[in-house]
């Protein structure tokens, strides 16, 4: 006999709904399927195995309080705001697969009369004028006897801010981590103007229940009741701390070069989880003592503006002749590097 739960989260913090997803996957009982809605609020979600710097505007994002969240599936880089609905489906069922939640979501999309087709392995498309458009990606995985599918729907997303967020900053990296493949996307508002998440939740529900032939009602999922659980608040922790979001990314080298009217430098940077593993500096400055001295400063710390300005900060304390010079440096690595 099937166990079927519907949960909706009333959070948009991202790092809170990841959290309360996997939380929720690695406790499922047997022989239980979910479907769980959620949303976030400006934020750049990336794969398990994706570069930060290299997937998305990580200077943009900084100055315009837009959050960073990694999940712990694969897949590329989305950008969230509140015209995007999330659904998760988790299941202990033995018959499960994403063929199951793939079905449901479009007799969902088709309740409220949106028409809606799988494209390649993971994608919901629409058929438009100007072609196909992308309107849901997702992923899928598996392990014990527990299977997950998760992914988005565009209902109104501010696609300016899609692009304009998950738009690289020019930077010269290297990296074997995934890259995500850019597609041409499209919000479901094209074919409804008026569709909002309430009405998608509700046809991804009725789908949901019709599928498995019963009813339940849904639970609301709040942060102040999950943090009071020592497991959960462990993997809050965990998903909220920048040293799985941006330190857990594959290992990268950042060369970074320009030229000051006192002379050129160009500074070459491993990268290892997320930390400063070697740097080199190259100058033809006149007196390059100090920079060769910041190379071997730089090696240990984190690779973003704010170690890298306490860093410098410190470097520069022991060269004040040079202090017009080495500030120059510095706010230039700052820029660069954030």
Not at 213 to 225: A, F, T, Y
């Amino acid at each position: 006999m099937c166990s079927l739960r519907l949960l909706l989260s009333d959070s948009y913090d991202p790092w809170f709904n990841l959290s309360l997803e996997e939380y929720i996957f690695q406790n499922i009982p047997k022989k239980q399927s979910i479907l769980f809605l959620w949303r976030n609020q400006n934020t750049v979600v990336i794969g398990r195995s994706q570069n930060a710097w290299k997937e998305c505007n990580t200077r943009r994002m900084e100055r315009d309080g837009i959050k960073l969240a990694r999940r712990n599936s694969g897949g590329g880089a989305v950008f969230h705001d509140l015209g995007n609905t999330c659904f998760t489906f988790i299941s202990t069922q033995e018959h499960y697969d994403k063929s199951v939640s793939f079905n449901i979501v479009l007799n969902g999309l088709n309740y409220i009369g949106i028409k809606a087709i799988i494209s390649g392995r993971n994608d919901i498309v629409i058929r438009t004028e100007n072609g196909e458009r992308k309107i849901s990606g997702s992923a899928y995985r598996e392990t014990f006897g527990r299977k997950f599918h998760h992914g988005t729907l565009l209902l109104h997303v501010d696609i300016d801010k899609l692009t304009y967020y998950l738009n690289p900053d020019f930077k010269k990296l290297k990296t074997k981590g995934i890259t995500s493949i850019r597609s041409r996307v499209a919000n479901l508002n094209e074919l409804k103007p008026s569709i909002n998440h309430q009405e998608v939740c509700l046809g991804l529900t009725e789908a949901f229940f019709q599928h498995y032939g019963m009813k339940v009602k849904p639970e609301i999922l709040s942060i102040d009741n999950f943090c009071k659980i020592p497991d959960f608040f462990k993997q809050f922790n965990k998903q909220s701390d920048w040293n799985w979001n941006f330190g857990s990314a594959p290992t990268f080298t950042h060369q970074l070069d320009t030229r000051f009217d006192w002379g050129s430098v160009t500074l070459h940077c491993d990268i290892k989880h997320g930390i400063i593993h070697r740097s080199h500096i190259f100058t033809d400055s006149l007196d390059p003592d100090p920079l060769e001295i910041l190379a071997t400063k730089l090696v240990g710390i984190p690779y973003n503006d704010k170690s890298i300005l306490c860093c410098c900060t410190e470097w520069m304390q022991s060269w004040p002749q040079y202090k017009k010079e080495l500030s120059e440096v510095s706010n230039w690595l700052i820029k660069t590097i954030s």
